[in-house]
């Protein structure tokens, strides 16, 4: 009995030593007089925003980030996509929605070219485009290195999504009722494989080999598409605070948890995500972006900040 106890604590302690975060987490700036709350970054550039304003930032120094040039929208912002380092694709529901430079700056380090399209969703895997609008389903644009918006095709899915990821031959998108798995491997005729309408809360969606992370509320859910016509779910973890963002790199997952942090997994073993670490900015944080050794953060009213991991 004593024996099995002992092994019984043994097998405890190499699960919890194995759950040790061996990074190292160290805030290096926060960039205040801008509300963000979505960031993405790219190339040492980081892009803020609001519904209705951008910033790109330059992170040559990133412990002092250099405001490079500000954009205003006569309408709501519905995403935004960087590309190249200068061309920003923006979406909106206004077909003549105008994205305008804010005169003010006085700064003139970069040109950028913005480039407004009709939707509320926008990812890309290389040249190619996918903006996804309510009513008119997911076109596929190809879009070169910047600048030329060549229609593709049209997948007619017209249930609101609310996130999605293109990784050729395949595109995973969450809708009003759930999850759905298309084939673009031909992308002038796009084919829906799987659909899994169990996840209607579902709105945040990241990919890492054969398994899709979705956040539903509180709830980290993991499903397993290596068959792709029909998804099985494999692990559901239970978070103290509703998920506001998902980003994967190196098999570790960060969760963006508003006034909880940001949480970060090790999703090494799909099925068992292990619970690393958690760090909390001096704010709530609502959205996170990932780039070389540093995580970028965005705080709303109160700027955003960048930690150094490694």
């Known amino acids: 009995m004593k024996r099995l106890i002992l092994l019984s604590l043994m097998l405890i302690a190499a699960m919890m030593s194995g759950a040790v975060d061996n990074r190292f987490l160290y805030p290096l700036g926060h960039i205040k007089g801008t509300e963000a709350l979505n960031i ?26 250099r405001l490079e040039t500000g954009y205003t ?13 200068n061309y920003i694709y923006v979406s909106s529901r206004e077909p003549t929605n105008m994205i305008s430079p804010v005169d003010s700056l006085n700064q003139f380090g970069k040109i950028y070219f913005t ?8 990812t890309r895997e290389g040249s190619t485009l996918y903006v996804a ?13 910047g600048g030329s918006n060549d229609m593709i095709a049209n997948f007619s899915e017209k249930w609101g999504v609310r996130d999605f990821v293109a990784e050729y031959p395949y595109l995973y998108a969450l809708n009003d ?9 031909d992308q002038n005729f ?7 309408y169990q996840l209607p809360d579902a709105r945040y969606l990241a990919k890492n080999r054969e398994f899709l992370y979705i956040a539903s509320g509180k709830d980290l859910i993991v499903l397993s598409v290596r068959d792709l016509s029909s998804p099985v779910q494999i692990s559901q973890t239970r978070l103290f605070h509703d998920i506001q963002a998902l980003a994967v790199k190196d098999n570790r997952l960060f969760v963006a948890l508003g006034q909880g942090g940001v ?10 995500p292990l619970d690393l670490n958690t760090f ?6 609502y959205d996170l972006a990932l780039e070389n050794d540093y995580i970028y953060i965005a705080m709303g009213k109160e700027g955003w900040m960048i930690y150094e991991y490694r």
Do not use: C
Request: neutral net charge; aromatic residues 10%.
């Open 73 to 85: 929208s006569l309408f709501r912002i519905e995403d935004v996509n960087f590309m190249g380092g």
């Open 190 to 196: 796009p084919l829906s494989i799987a659909t899994n």
């Open 115 to 122: 480039n407004t399209l009709i939707g509320d969703k926008i």
């Open 133 to 145: 609008d309510r009513y008119r389903g997911i076109d596929i644009i190809n879009v070169g290195r």
């Open 177 to 185: 009722f759930g999850l759905v798995t298309v084939d673009i491997s």
């Open 263 to 272: 949480k970060i997994f090790d999703i090494s073993i799909p099925n068992r």
């Open 40 to 65: 993405d970054v790219t190339d040492g550039q980081v892009l803020v925003r609001n519904q209705r304003q951008i910033w790109i930032y330059s992170t040559f120094n990133a412990w002092q980030p």
């Open 280 to 285: 909390y900015p001096p704010h709530p944080v």
